[in-house]
């Protein structure tokens, strides 16, 4: 059984296109695969799966020796399991920077393209074969767009993801508007989670300079509802970053309506990354950053110390 999955800290992208190729390799290709999950799902994940009819796949904190694999939505082995090299992996299917350190038993097809999104990859990668997605791929693709280019708001978006969001949401009598809406509604509902937890929701480890952070981001219609805990997130980072073996957490809460992020600066290392990354002046615990909508686009390609 080929197991499907992506990231850590699965988003929706991640999840779904899980889902999408597992479907592809099953009825398509007739190879017995299964999409699983390397963690629980963020809350607008959980509800992309359960508003298309999908159990939530099974979350596994590791692969055996020479276990099929097809990677997706990530090339870079920190957001793995860690035995990952030792499995037989088959495929990777992603929209990230070449990260490397990824060692295979032998050639493989790797498709890594400049588009916002995984899910309109392997739209492009099924060629006729996406005719026969059922409704339920169809709307779980549709959703992956979506949250990936914040419903066309993110500088990731190419007319490409655009188009087939458009499309998809034609065929399934959809309002992407009202859609979307539903979408960022369940991930800004994050009541129910620790600070620990948020802090690393949606996080990816990056190196500047030879120091380690977490790259935290919360995307979210409803920022308040975030910055309402900033004292207890900030409190929380320390001992974050110690037990994830990174030396800082960055954490930017993106409010998508005012497509505009706040930074917390709880200490003079954020301090010092707002103003050398972003040109921006902190006179206080947080700061706003207008425009910045993307970690893949704009924060992470802009960290400097």
């Not at 090339?75 to 990777?92: T, Y």
Request: glycine share 4%; net charge negative; with cysteine.
């Amino acid at each position: 059984m080929i197991k499907v999955f992506g990231h850590k800290a699965p988003d929706t992208d991640s999840t779904g296109s899980a889902i999408i190729w597992a479907w592809y390799l099953n009825e398509m290709k007739g190879q017995a695969a299964q999409a699983v999950l390397l963690g629980t799902p963020n809350t607008e994940a959980a509800f992309v799966t359960q508003r298309w009819g999908f159990e939530t796949p099974d979350i596994i904190a590791d692969v055996e020796d020479n276990a099929p694999v097809v990677i997706v939505d990530t090339n870079n082995p920190a957001e793995l399991p860690s035995n990952i090299n030792q499995a037989d992996i088959l495929a990777v299917i992603d929209h990230h920077k070449l990260v490397g350190g990824l060692e295979t038993k032998g050639p493989i097809s790797i498709t890594i393209r400049p588009l916002a999104c995984t899910a309109t990859i392997m739209h492009n990668l099924m060629g006729d074969d996406a005719e026969q997605m059922p409704a339920a791929i169809k709307g779980v693709m549709l959703s992956c767009i979506l949250s990936d280019t914040l419903a066309f708001r993110s500088p990731t978006t190419t007319p490409q993801d655009k188009a087939l969001a458009e499309s998809l949401a034609a065929g399934l009598n959809l309002s992407i508007a009202q859609y979307a809406a539903e979408m960022f509604a369940a991930k800004s509902d994050v009541s129910a989670f620790s600070d620990s937890e948020l802090l690393r929701m949606d996080s990816k480890e990056y190196a500047v300079s030879g120091t380690k952070f977490r790259v935290s981001v919360l995307e979210t219609t409803s920022p308040k509802m975030v910055l309402d805990r900033k004292a207890s997130l900030m409190a929380a980072m320390p001992s974050v970053a110690q037990e994830d073996s990174v030396d800082h957490v960055l954490l930017f809460v993106v409010d998508i309506l005012n497509e505009e992020a706040t930074l917390l600066i709880p200490n003079a290392i954020a301090q010092n990354v707002a103003e050398k990354s972003f040109g921006a002046t902190v006179t206080g615990d947080t700061v706003v950053l207008p425009g910045v909508m993307s970690r893949k686009k704009q924060i992470i390609p802009n960290l400097k110390l």
